[in-house]
């Protein structure tokens, strides 16, 4: 039978994340306590916990307000404006550990490039030289950085004549020459044109694996949070609501806010309207009978999540024998390609993403309107939501 799906989703274990480190849970660099910002007698900011392992990259998302920026701050000691307490190495800054000793061990890098109006190799010499750095260690980490940022060309222009990549590159090459234990990032891309910030993810994704620098990045880019982090906080109204691995969001979202947020492409709601053989429950979709094998029960509505790399496209009918259990006669709306895989819309009476290679789609010959079987196992389907109500 001739039928395909696609390999990974971005954060999946072929990506950067978790399968490149081991992160035991008690390797703690950073961690904090019980942590509250109240401003005007509200409250901004409310994390119980936080912990950060060595040698990780942790981003942080959420929509607008949701208090990344807030934390990342507060975490790095650029304010004090928390209650509860914050640990670097298992020892509470401001009281076990200094506070000053504690901002020279770590780097910050903002969405707007702060730098001095000097030359570039003087910028990203400035922090060594903070740090009482002695003249020759500068030179060489200096050349390493500018080197490392694709930038040993500009060592000498003037920081104001340079374009908005080439600033922020001076200020990651500074922040990194500094060989901080942990790296903050608050946004740095944000500002850049798509090119110039698909480069510099791609260069600073590849230099964050090589040097292991622990980092915890504020962004509202999910394809970024998605490229580079081992783990993921997503946050709102000032909480972290849901935190783990890429592919822990992408296939397990909390909600349909989290789910909509990290770029999941099927998210439908239906009714539970009874079981299924061999244990499953019975989801109505528009009228379509979609397995489940999560325990539900009757009279439910759900809201329910298909990644697309589970989809499996075929030019032949499947058999209700197979381990499939989902498969529906589906029509071809959109075909777009996304770099390595296909995207490929489907209208199966709801709709419906999967995600395909290049080869698949000339083997199958894939067009737009062409008819074709969509299937899906029933463990494939995620309930992401759930409220009782009786079906009329």
């Known amino acids: 039978m001739s039928e395909t799906s696609a390999f990974s989703v971005p954060g999946s274990d072929t990506q950067h994340g978790a399968s490149n480190i081991q992160l035991p849970a008690t390797d703690a660099i950073l961690s904090a306590r019980n942590l509250r910002v109240v401003r005007g007698g509200v409250t901004i900011l409310d994390v119980p916990e936080f912990v950060v392992r060595e040698g990780e990259v942790l981003c942080l998302i959420g929509p607008n307000g949701a208090g990344k920026t807030t934390l990342l701050q507060n ?25 000053f000793d504690y901002r020279r061990r770590v780097a910050m890098v903002f969405q707007e490039p702060l730098l001095f109006d000097t030359t570039v190799f003087k910028n990203v010499a400035s922090g060594l030289t903070f740090r009482g750095v002695d003249k020759k260690e500068i030179r060489k980490r200096v050349a390493e950085n500018l080197e490392r940022f694709g930038i040993a060309h500009l060592r000498d222009r003037s920081a104001r004549t340079l374009s908005g990549g080439e600033a922020q590159r001076t200020s990651l090459a500074r922040a990194f020459a500094t060989k901080p234990e942990i790296l903050f990032l608050d946004e740095p891309f944000a500002s850049l044109d798509p090119p110039t910030r698909e480069g510099l993810t791609r260069d600073l994704e590849k230099i964050l694996l090589e040097s292991q620098t622990t980092t915890i990045s504020a962004t509202h880019d999910r394809n970024e949070a998605l490229r580079l982090s081992d783990r993921i906080a997503f946050m709102r109204n000032g909480k972290i609501e849901q935190l783990g691995t890429p592919a822990e969001l992408v296939n397990n979202p909390l909600d349909e806010f989290v789910a909509s947020f990290v770029g ?14 061999g244990g499953t429950w019975i989801v109505s979709v528009s009228g379509k009978d979609i397995e489940v094998t999560e325990p539900l029960s009757e009279g439910e509505s759900v809201v329910i999540h ?87």
Do not use: W
């Open 75 to 99: 975490i790095c000691y650029l304010h004090k404006s928390f209650e509860g307490e914050v640990m670097f190495r298992g020892k509470i800054i401001g009281k076990d550990h200094g506070v």
């Open 306 to 392: 298909i990644s697309p790399e589970n989809v499996i496209l075929s030019n032949n009918f499947v058999s209700k024998k197979t381990s499939l259990r989902n498969y529906f006669a589906a029509r071809i709306t959109c075909i777009m390609p996304m770099g390595p895989f296909i995207k490929v819309y489907l209208d199966c009476g709801f709709p419906l993403v999967a995600y395909i290679t290049n080869e698949s789609k000339e083997s199958l010959g894939l067009s737009e309107e062409k008819a074709v079987t969509a299937s899906f196992k029933a463990t494939a389907v995620q309930v992401i939501a759930r409220k009782e109500t009786e079906i009329d």
């Open 264 to 277: 999941v492409e099927t998210v439908l709601t239906g009714n539970v309207v009874g079981k299924g053989e």
